[in-house]
């Protein structure tokens, strides 16, 4: 053998061996897919919503929330290269005092910088027929009702309570207010940031926050926007409650 050659052909062997360890060692660190859960609660301001306690708007008025609940669908998280991973088909119906989670599953491995949702249902599933659903879906017939059989529609977001109505503004809670919206013209999109890591080491969370006090920003509860069963008729109301509501959720 050329001298020169047996003298670098240990050498040549042992970059081999290292190159080949070093691509193994590659091949291992690359994670898979993992699960995250994103999960939803209800607050008022600072704490969860008790449907018991008093609060007072801008305007001096007291007021309760008897009921808060809203649809969840359409969630999409999005990665730091603006790339989206869609998780189509799964809704939520998100309730004051009760657990509201969404399980994720196969999500790629990655940093995820933005997580999209929308308040509400597209416009196919708005116009389906709860009964088809099976009772545990968050889809069908629900007590209180979140759907209006006579406007052929899913209520996107309903909340409801009483309101003190007195001249005096005493803190009498004389009357009942509601806010209910729907239609396809309602669906609202809500972005938000948030700095998630996704990895098959670990579970990944996200908790979603829903502040109620920014519902009613610039809306005159107890007065001229009294609201009712359906406020998706009042362009004006309706056009800023769905702005307050798209507003109101941040992550924790």
């Known amino acids: 053998m050329n001298t020169y050659l047996s003298k670098i052909a240990p050498l040549m ?3 081999a061996v290292l190159f080949s360890a070093t691509s193994c060692d590659k091949e291992d660190d690359q994670e898979g897919p993992g699960a995250v859960q994103v999960s939803f609660s209800n607050k008022y301001a600072c704490c969860a919503i008790n449907h018991s306690d008093v ?6 008025r007291d007021f309760t929330i008897a009921l808060s609940q809203y649809y969840i669908s359409d969630l999409v998280l999005v990665d730091h290269d603006g ?3 869609p998780f189509t088909g799964q809704y939520l119906l998100v309730k004051s005092g ?14 995820y910088h933005q ?11 708005n116009h389906a027929d709860p009964s088809t659903y099976d009772a545990a879906n968050p889809l069908a017939p629900q007590t209180p009702s979140m759907h209006w059989s006579w406007n052929s529609g899913y209520i996107f977001f309903r909340m409801e309570g009483l309101v003190d109505t007195t001249a005096t503004k005493n803190g009498t809670l004389d ?7 729907g239609t396809d013209a309602y669906l609202m999109p809500v972005v938000l940031d948030l700095d998630l890591e996704v990895g098959d ?12 006090s920014t519902l009613l920003t610039n809306i005159d509860l107890g007065g001229v926007d009294e609201g009712g069963h359906s406020i998706s008729g009042n362009a004006d109301l309706a056009g800023r409650f769905s702005t307050n509501i798209k507003s109101s959720f941040s992550v924790e």
Do not use: C, R, W
């Not at 609060?55 to 001096?60: A, M």
């Not at 997580?115 to 599933?125: L, M, Q, R, Y």
């Not at 080491?201 to 109620?212: C, I, P, Q, T």
């Open 175 to 181: 009357f009942p207010y509601f806010y209910h919206l």
């Open 13 to 15: 062997l042992l970059v």
């Open 83 to 85: 790339a989206e991973v």
């Open 98 to 111: 009760t657990e509201n989670k969404l399980q994720l599953s196969n999500v790629p491995a990655g940093h």
């Open 55 to 60: 609060h007072q708007n801008s305007n001096g």
């Open 115 to 125: 997580i999209k949702f929308n308040v509400g249902v597209d416009s196919v599933t």
């Open 201 to 212: 080491s670990k579970d990944a969370a996200v908790k979603v926050n829903m502040d109620a």
